[in-house]
């Protein structure tokens, strides 16, 4: 039995279960740990390949087992799954882990940085926020046609129906009403507020980071785009190809194909789903303008002659995507191509 090279690591938050093999793949560890004696027990073993599942904590046990010289390779958990043997429990999970980071075609996640985690939660915490806050405009609509008032559409609608919960001068709303009401009004424009301070931490980590400033000149990237972006991609030469990020996002359409007969669906709802609704609204944003006022975009003007307006937005993403991978990957800027007469 020779010394471990290649360690299969299931974390939790307790309980740590530890596989090891040698070289020659035989078993010469099975483990489980404390949380507290993990890094112990990994600073008496001998520099080896270590393979962990990649979830929030992941990243932090990823970068304190480099810091003690181990290298390390965090693995989507739907790729590991496959070599799961009949019935999962810890054990059956950390050998599954060491055997599906040594297969070659094996695709792995980039370590995030506690920079990169800090922005992320910003951008968790603002998204967060922005459903309460939806799901409280909504509740504040439906209580008030309830009593027969109906408002415009959007955050303006919502802003009147505040005004006139405020102003109430009448009884045109019962009293039990009344109370509910401003309980909901107060949280929302409390959390509205606490919205626009998380957009100005967001703003201000923009104007400090030149790979951000440098994204925003895309259209349809802005600075909550931008930072986003340069938070969850990292390492952009991570990947071969702009395509290759576009579909780690979820960019691409599903494939269903056999016998040389391809067929695509719509797209993939695997991937980054925050990258991909990003960039969809902010793709929206450029078509919205385009329509109003006209596009010098060649490429924009053709698809949206010919497919429907969300299939040019997903596509317009997807352009988008590969635009910033390039600009990145070769240090450039963005340089408007291939431009037109302004459409009508």
């Known amino acids: 039995m020779g010394e471990v090279s290649t360690i299969g690591l299931d974390i939790a938050k307790s309980i740590f279960q530890i596989h090891g093999v040698d070289v020659d793949g035989a078993v010469v560890m099975r483990k489980r740990v404390s949380r507290a004696k993990l890094l112990d027990v990994f600073a008496t073993l001998p520099r080896c390949l270590v393979g962990i599942e990649a979830c929030p904590t992941a990243h932090h046990w990823s970068r304190k087992l480099q810091a003690l010289g181990h290298t390390v390779r965090l693995m989507p958990p739907s790729y590991v799954k496959a070599y799961l043997k ?36 910003l951008h968790r915490s603002r998204q967060l926020l922005v459903r309460q806050r939806t799901m409280l405009s909504n509740a504040i609509r439906g209580h008030m046609a309830e009593l027969g008032i109906i408002s415009a559409k959007g955050r303006n609608g919502t802003a009147e129906l505040l005004k006139r919960i405020a102003n109430d001068d009448g009884d045109w709303i019962p009293a039990a009403a009344r109370f509910s009401l401003d309980v909901l009004a107060r949280q929302y424009v409390a959390i509205a507020a606490e919205i626009g301070v998380i957009e100005k931490r967001i703003h201000a980590w923009h104007r400090s980071c030149a790979e951000s400033r440098r994204l925003e000149e895309i259209p349809g990237v802005g600075p909550i785009v931008a930072t986003a972006l340069v938070a969850e991609v990292g390492d952009w030469k991570a990947f071969s ?31 980054n789903r925050y990258l991909r ?38 596509a317009l993403a997807n352009k988008i995507a590969r635009i910033a991978w390039a600009m990145m990957v070769r240090a450039e800027r963005f340089k408007e191509q291939r431009l037109l007469p302004a459409a009508a």
């Open 241 to 271: 190809s702009g395509r290759n990020l576009a579909a780690w996002i979820g960019l691409v359409p599903k494939q269903h194909s056999t016998g040389g007969k391809e067929r695509l669906g719509g797209i993939s709802k695997q991937g």
């Open 277 to 314: 609704w990003l960039l969809v609204a902010g793709a929206m944003a450029v078509i919205r303008y385009a329509r109003q006022h006209g596009t010098k975009r060649l490429w924009l003007v053709r698809i949206m002659q010919r497919r429907p307006i969300k299939v040019a937005a997903v």
């Open 86 to 121: 009949r019935s999962k429990n810890d054990a059956n999970d950390a050998a599954a882990i060491c055997e599906a980071v040594t297969r070659p075609s094996m695709r792995f996640v980039p370590i995030k940085s506690e920079q990169q985690q800090s922005g992320l939660m």
